[in-house]
């Protein structure tokens, strides 16, 4: 079974410019997350979908920043206009979704590797 | 104050050690606790994950929670050069997952 995708690997943009990564989870997999890790800091939460609504937008950073998870299948995050501070590594993870009183296992994808100059 | 604190190393230890990562958080509505192991240029891959305080084996990881103190870890026993990554410990309150900085852990042959 094929993990968690993301495309692509890596991109470098200049300031001002706009970049969409795309993550592709585990079929079948109803929760998807965006994390993102900038130089020297931990991986923070940016947000989750459940299916194509957003259930947790808290992490997100600003209005530059969009997502968008169509038919609850895909997922993008728009950066526009990109700034120096938005570099970074953007990862994304899906669930399955237990709705139980148990760990609901988040898998990763590699990650996509964002710079901005 | 950080919500999890981890030491970022470099951990280097020989091959055949007992290795001691660990963590201390600061949130109380914590409910699991987790161990991720991250390689160069991957994503973090779930390692152990612990519900409450107790303890967890799995082959020659254990993890340990005790939330009295606020303060987690995982052992290595018979550490493999295989073992060498990045561990991040993780705690979540609810969907979202809080990371540490995580620790870079080289083993010695």
């Known amino acids: 079974e094929a993990g968690v995708t993301q495309f692509p690997s890596h991109s470098v943009i200049e300031k001002g410019q706009t970049v969409t990564l795309r993550c592709d989870p585990i079929s079948g997999h109803d929760n998807l997350y965006w994390y993102r890790r900038v130089m020297g800091k931990e991986i923070k939460f940016l947000l989750h979908?459940?299916?194509?609504?957003?259930?947790?937008e808290s992490g997100m950073p600003n209005n530059r920043f969009l997502a968008e998870r169509t038919g609850g299948t895909y997922s993008t995050l728009k950066v526009q206009p990109a700034e120096l501070e938005d570099s970074g590594v953007y990862f994304c993870a899906s669930s399955q979704g237990s709705g139980f009183k148990s760990y609901d296992e988040q898998y990763f994808g590699p990650g996509t590797r964002l710079t901005v100059t | 104050q950080k919500e999890v604190e981890q030491d970022p190393g470099p951990l280097s230890v020989p091959e055949g050690a007992i290795v001691s990562l660990n963590c201390t958080y600061s949130n109380s509505a914590f409910q699991y606790f987790m161990w991720y192991r991250q390689y160069s240029r991957k994503g973090p891959e779930l390692l152990m994950y612990?519900?409450?305080?107790g303890n967890k084996e799995d082959g020659r990881f254990t993890a340990q929670v005790d939330k009295s103190s606020k303060y987690i870890s995982l052992f290595i026993r018979d550490s493999q050069p295989s073992d060498s990554a990045t561990y991040l410990c993780?705690?979540?309150?609810?969907?979202?997952?809080?990371f540490g900085k995580g620790t870079r852990l080289h083993i010695l042959p």
């Open positions: 612990t519900y409450s305080s």
């Open positions: 993780a705690m979540s309150p609810d969907d979202k997952i809080i």
């Open positions: 979908f459940v299916k194509e609504s957003k259930q947790d």
